[in-house]
Structure formats: C-alpha cells, structure tokens
C-alpha cells in the first residue's frame, strides 16, 4: 500500500537537521511520499525504521502463488472489500477433491472426468484450477495418487493430509509442481511448517475460526514460511458468510497482518444444492481457493459462472470480436440481423436465433462492448457505425438480396440506416426472445 507522509514522518528522527538537502523532517517525508526522494537519502534513519516502513507499505494481502508454469494460480493483493469500490483482481481457483484411497481404476476414471470439465460461457472458456488430492493415511498411496494427479492433469496440486509424515512422500513425488499443503493446524504447525519450508511450497492454516489463526500465522512466519493460505473449520453457509468477512475486514480494514493471506474454503456437502450454494458464498466472499466434494458438471458450471460475475470488472465489459457471425449454415438468401459487440447481447441473440433453426448471418457492430440501448444513446450504435459495419464485415458479397433486422428497441434508427446503407431496414421484437418466431416467417423480398 502506497505510504502517506505522515505515516513516514512518525519513523523519522524529527530532528530537521538538514542533512538530507530538504529543511525538515515533515518536508523530507512528503517527498518520499511522492516517489521524489528515496528513504536511503536520509543518513540518520534507522533500521527498525526502514523495516517498519518496508511492513507497512507491503500489500494488505500476500501474493500466493500455488502451481508452476502458465496453469500456476496467483492468489492475494486484494485492494478491497465491496465490488463498487474497485475489481477483484484475483479469481477464486477451483479445486476439486480426489480420494487418495480409490483403486487404481477409480482413480484413472477421476482424473479422465476431471480433463473433461471444461465449460464456454459468454465465448471464453473456463474450468477448474487445482486437484486436491485427499489421504486416507496412507503415505504410500498418496504420493503415487498425487503424482498420477500431476502427470495426468497437469493443473496445481493440494496435499491433504493431517501431519508432515502423512504428506512427505507426496510433496516429494510432485516437489517441482510447487503443491500447495493442507493444513498446518495447533496440533501439528512446527512439523507442517518444517516441511513447507524445506520443499518451498506454500502451505494452509487451519483453525477453528479467524481470532485462532491469529494466534498461528505469526509462528508459521517465524518458522520460515510466508507464503500462506488461511482456512477456518467453517462449515455452515452462516459460518463461512462470517469467517471469510472476518479474515477480509480484519486484513484490509484493521490492518491486521496476521489475517493478510488469501483464503481457502472447502466445501464437503454432497448434496448439489446445498453444495453449489455454499461454494458461489465462498467464491463471493473472498475466498483464494474453493474445493469442492461434489464434482458434477451442474454444480461446477454453476461456480464457473459464479466466479465469472464476481470477478468480471464492471468497467471492462466483456466484448466479442466486431464481425460478421454464422449462426448455421446462412446462404444468400438468409436472414442479416444486427447487434453489439457486448457479449451478453450477443450470445443471448445468437442462442435465440440457433433456436430458430433458421441459418442466420449476424452483423456484429463494435460498441466498446455496450449493449444496443446504452450505445445507442452514447452514439456508439447509430447509422453511420451500423453502416460502417454492414460495409467492413463483408456481408454484402455474401447475401443476394439487400434487408437488415435492426433490434426493436432502435426503431428510431430505420429510416437513417437505409439512407446511410441503402438497405431495407427492418425492426425486430423488442426482447431478443421474439427473434424465432420473427426469423420463422421471414423471406428475402
Ligand atoms: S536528514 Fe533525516 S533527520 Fe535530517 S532533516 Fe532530513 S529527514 Fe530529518
């Protein structure tokens, strides 16, 4: 967090002895503040000083990183607490849970599906991030499940376990994959954090709630390891709404270092209600990393989109290529329909128009990714740049006959379109939900 002048000058000897070129102390500590002079100017400030300043200014929120390589997850560095005030910058990482204590086959099948869960919302693609990978108390077996996870997936791992000895042999199967660990709890954090440290993996704290981890996170640094993830035993939807708010407002509100880490939620109900209900709370609320029991395409596609409305910035709308589209095999004879290039708009028109069955060409207008009344009334949807789309996508060489569908909602634009395009402009339904039936009894003259 950038430092203000004052919370610099409180670490300066405030004795404006003149040494470092400025009159005063509170002069000298406004132009650090303003990046103009750096804090090594000043020959009289401490170390204790350089070191508290170095605390204060670092992120309210640790960066994590869990994984290697371009599938690796960056977590933490989370600036608020409210969408309105800012992005989430960091999206939730999916986990599903893999039994370590399957058979050969079991697992095989597991790991086969999980390669499978990818799911296209609004033209991206999207999926799950991590495989957690649960021991039964077996060492053994765990390090052989957690390096057929690695070698078979290829996404970042999560070693459960409840002890260092538990979890050993699986961190060395798959050290270079940078696994993260779960979870060092009261009962086992010198052992658990000895293992973090020597293998260079970021590890999970685990307590009953937000104030005990405060008593844990402190010992987990002091023994070596910063790169932490925080976890309660939270396992009601109440009680995560509640914990994940605390640890959040306890980081950025009250400065509390010992909660300044991304968290980790893992949802054990099987029911895929109950089970995608708890998840999208988690995934709302804050959490780093959700795991998840229950790995059904219904219940994962739900949190895809959950995090997908979380984390997309308000600012930025989610845009599409500005093109002429195929919906089916159009000829020249089909129908030509315009639209935006915001991507709502336009994957809820094309799913209506693949409703109708009828091949469609679909005019893509770029709007800086508005939707048609919102750029129409910022001029971005207006005559000239529908016409200029109509002329740059093609479209012309591609239809033998010369009739647009304009959206209901800009009717008013008729009459300036076919001046500006020479096309006969006709006006569509209102609701994209009326564009079957309309496409249905269209013809070409
Ligand atoms: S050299 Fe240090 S102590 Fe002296 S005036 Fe500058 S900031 Fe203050």
């Known amino acids: ?75 933490g560095q989370e600036t608020v607490l409210f969408r309105h005030e800012n992005t989430f910058l ?25 390669k499978t869960l990818r799911f296209e919302r609004v033209g ?105 993830l925080l976890t309660t035993e939270a396992a009601s939807a109440g009680a995560i709404l509640q914990h994940q708010t605390a640890i959040r407002r306890g980081a950025l509100t009250k400065k509390e270092r010992r909660l300044g880490y991304p968290t980790l939620v893992v949802i054990e109900e099987e029911d895929p209600l109950q089970a995608a209900t708890n998840a999208s709370l988690a995934i709302a609320k804050y959490a ?56 709502l708009t336009y994957f809820t028109v094309e799913s209506d128009v693949s409703a109708s069955k009828v091949p469609t060409w679909i005019v893509v207008v770029d709007t800086e990714g508005t939707s048609v009344l919102t750029a129409w009334a910022s001029e971005k949807f207006s005559a000239e740049t529908i016409a200029a789309a109509v002329k740059a996508c093609g479209v012309e060489d591609k239809v033998s006959h010369r009739k647009l569908m304009l959206p209901g909602g800009v009717a008013v634009l008729r009459g300036k379109v076919e001046d500006e395009t020479g096309w006969q402009v006709e006006i569509g339904p209102r609701e994209s939900s009326g564009i079957p039936s309309v496409l249905r009894s269209w013809t070409p003259n």
Do not use: W
Not at 32 to 54: F, I, Y
Not at 91 to 114: I, Q
Not at 131 to 158: C, M, N, Q, Y
Not at 289 to 315: E, G
């Open 1 to 75: 967090m950038a430092l203000t002048a004052v919370d610099i000058f409180k670490h300066l000897p405030k004795t404006n002895c003149r040494d470092c070129g400025v009159p005063t102390c509170l002069a000298f500590a406004m132009k650090v503040a303003q990046k103009q002079a750096s804090l090594e100017d000043c020959p009289h400030v401490t170390e204790e000083a350089k070191a508290a300043l170095a605390g204060e200014s670092a992120p309210p929120i640790r960066l994590v990183t869990v994984g290697t390589g371009d599938k690796k997850l960056d977590l």
């Open 90 to 114: 960091r999206p939730c990482g999916l986990a599903v849970l893999l039994d370590a204590g399957l058979d050969d086959a079991a697992v095989g099948e597991k790991l086969a599906y999980f």
């Open 124 to 228: 991206l693609q999207f999926g799950i991030n991590l495989v957690a990978v649960r021991s039964t108390g077996d060492a053994d077996r765990l390090a052989a499940v957690a390096k057929r996870a690695a070698d078979e997936v290829g996404l970042p791992l999560i070693l459960m376990g409840g002890s260092a000895s538990e979890l050993s042999a699986a961190v060395a199967a798959v050290k270079d994959t940078r696994p993260l660990l779960y979870a060092a709890t009261a009962d086992n954090l010198a052992e658990m954090v000895a293992l973090a440290k020597e293998n260079g993996c970021p590890l999970v704290v685990r307590a009953a709630d937000p104030a005990a981890l405060c008593e844990l996170t402190p010992k987990a640094v002091e023994g070596g390891v910063q790169d932490l």
């Open 288 to 343: 780093g990393i959700v795991v998840v029991k229950n790995d059904s395409r219904p219940v994962l596609l739900a949190l895809v989109t959950a995090r997908l409305n979380i984390y997309t910035d308000p600012q930025k709308p989610i845009q599409i290529e500005a093109k002429l589209y195929e919906v089916g095999e159009p000829a020249e004879q089909s129908p030509v329909l315009v639209t935006t290039n915001f991507s």
